[in-house]
Each structure stands twice: as C-alpha cells, then as structure tokens.
C-alpha cells in the first residue's frame, strides 16, 4: 500500500487508536474485538442476497456491546479482508491531529487485489469495486459495553478516482473510530485469513476467535446469531458448522470441535505427540484409501457426492476441483460414521480380486 500523507507535525495514528504500537507486518492485521464479535461481517457468502438497512436495525452482538446498522446494505467476510488492510496501512499513518480528524489511504486496485493475493483480473476487479462501494455505504451506531465509548457512521469514507489509466481509490479513517479499538482489540493471522477465504464461517469463526485469548465453551446457537446463520435449516447449520471448524483447526492448529451437547470447545494450546506418534508420519492406510478416491472423481462425481451430504454448492464459489475434493474430505472428517461407511465400500473395493 503506497502512503501519501504528509504532515510536519506528526503523530502515529496506532498510538491515538490503540494506545500502544502494534506489531504490524504482511501476516498480521488488527481489528475491534466488537466487530469480529458480532454480526457487522456476516459468515453469508458475498454472492448471497445481502439484506439493507434504511432504519435503525440492531445487529446481532456479543455480551452487551449494541451495534446497530442504519443504512446500507449487509457488510460479509470479503469486505472484513478488505477494511482490515485498509486498517492497517492507516495504523502505519503519521498526521497532524491538530489539523486531521481523518486518516487517508491511498491505494491502485491493483496493489490492492496483490495484498489480497488474487489475480488482477476483471472479474476480481469487479468484486473488488463492489465490495468497496458496500464499504462506503454501510452506517452503523455502535455502543460498546466495556466503557463510555459510542461510534456513529461508516467503517470509512469514500473517493474513487481514475489515474493514468488505473483505477484508484483514496479513502477516509474517522478518528472517531477509536472508541471501537480502544475497548479491545486483538491480531489477527492475516494469512490464516487468506487461506480460508472459500470458508467464510471459518473465515468468521477465525476473527471471533482471535479476540479470545482463552476461548470458554460457546453454545453453537449463539454463535448462529452472530455469525448471521439463523435463516439455515439446522442440520444444514450444524454440519456448515462441523465444517467450518475443521477447516479452522487445519488451518490454524487450534483443536475445534462441537460437542455432544452442541457446545463449541476451542483450544488455542498447541498438542505434543507422544514420541511414537512423531516418529510414524506416514499416512495411514485409510488416509491413503481415501486420496486416491478422491482423485479418481471428476467434477461432477464430487458435485453429486458433496449434494449426498446435503452440502448447498451454490453458496461457495470454487476455482478448482481441489476445492471440491478438499471440501467432500472435510465434511466426510466432519462425520465419523459417513466416512467409516465410504472407507469400509473402498476397503472391499481394494481387495477385490
């Protein structure tokens, strides 16, 4: 991101909005722990029909923080990505606070569609613009809990320009906005971020759990509030869910699951191997069993195999059939007696003569 501010007096911004200096790079961002707690980003998939607001709605949120949106349409997990970049280059900011109530960012679609490690393509360009219009007009009254902190108006302000050819964008941080930092905030693994962008409930779940250092069991009903899940069919929620927290513990290293008693447990401690178990890497016979099926499937056969498990294709957009396979051995981990079930067909399979 290229920075264009200039001032004689200068003051970091992260400083004014976090009180102390964050350890920012390329693998990490910040954000409220208000926002990733509620449902300001839906877990919806962008393409899904977004609801919009034009009275004062409240949205749901964790504990007793009151968020309402008052205009503009459903903000999702790909506008968060972008917000968070754009976050980030404005913590890195100096301006002049006796002269500035507003950080400017700067930035070419390009670079932008770079950082967020997509190809500079005209269908990404496209999204890109939509979800920066969706950024622009999305208001929200917002009252955090813990402490006389409030927040009326959008997540940033914008300008869209044309130079030499590129597109471009300038965009306004209200200062303002720190009364949402300055109640908590936490880092996130961008890159985690990035690796789960066709999972935006992992996605979702990611940013929730993030803020909690040591996360308490959550009923997966609260959750559904948050994460904007409430109009799915329940068995449909539940293994969207199962889902979604493999994903996040493949990709993370946090232990997820769903107990039995719906409640969501989630370990942030990394596991140690008995000795044993270190020493003996090789994939196991039923891991290399289902490989080798899943290789064998073409598109279709993983479309019909994922619609078995009652898995809606239409909500998640997938570039490549190792999306797909990735996504039917997830849900199969997801659910123990399917799996045992399709292993025991491939076992007998294999030994047929």
């Known amino acids: 991101m290229k920075e264009v501010i200039e001032s004689t007096s200068e003051v970091p911004v992260a400083l004014e909005w976090l009180n102390r200096e964050p350890r920012l790079s390329n693998s990490s961002v910040v954000i409220p722990n208000c926002l990733a707690r509620s449902k300001v980003f839906s877990s919806q998939p962008s393409h899904v029909a977004r609801t919009i607001y034009t009275t004062d709605t409240e949205l749901a949120a964790w504990g007793g923080d009151k968020i309402y949106q008052v205009g503009g349409e459903q903000l999702t997990q790909t506008e968060e990505t972008i917000w968070l970049v754009i976050v980030r280059a404005a913590l890195s900011s100096k301006i002049d606070l006796a002269t500035q109530n507003k950080v400017l960012v700067e930035f070419?679609?390009?670079?932008?569609?770079?950082?967020?490690?997509?190809?500079?393509?005209?269908?990404?360009?496209?999204?890109?613009?939509?979800?920066?219009?969706?950024?622009?007009?999305?208001?929200?009254?917002?009252?955090?809990?813990?402490?006389?902190?409030?927040?009326?108006?959008?997540?940033?302000?914008?300008?869209?320009?044309?130079?030499?050819?590129?597109?471009g964008y300038k965009v306004w941080l209200d200062m303002r906005l720190s009364a949402l930092f300055l109640t908590g905030w936490s880092y996130l693994n961008f890159e985690h971020r990035l690796k789960l962008r066709n999972s935006p409930l992992a996605q979702w779940l990611l940013s929730h759990y993030s803020t909690h250092k040591v996360p308490v069991a959550i009923n997966n009903e609260v959750i559904r509030k948050l994460a904007d899940r409430t109009k799915m069919r329940e068995d449909k929620w539940l293994a969207a869910l199962r889902v979604g927290l493999n994903e996040l513990s493949e990709t993370t290293g946090w232990t997820c699951e769903l107990d039995a008693e719906g409640k969501i447990r989630v370990s942030k401690k990394k596991v140690s191997l008995p000795a044993s178990e270190v020493e003996n890497t090789e994939k196991s016979m039923d891991e290399r069993l289902l490989e080798a099926w899943l290789l064998t499937l073409s598109i279709k056969q993983l479309e019909k195999e994922l619609s078995k498990l009652g898995f809606e294709l239409h909500q998640v957009h997938f570039a490549t059939p190792l999306e797909l396979q990735n996504t039917l051995r997830r849900l199969l981990l997801a659910k123990p007696e399917l799996l045992e079930r399709r292993l025991v067909a491939l076992r007998k399979k294999t030994k047929a003569p």
């Open 108 to 167: 070419r679609e390009t670079d932008m569609l770079h950082t967020l490690d997509q190809a500079v393509t005209s269908q990404y360009r496209a999204s890109l613009r939509s979800s920066i219009r969706y950024l622009g007009r999305a208001r929200f009254k917002i009252e955090v809990a813990s402490g006389d902190h409030f927040y009326e108006g959008n997540l940033l302000d914008l300008e869209r320009r044309t130079k030499r050819g590129e597109t």
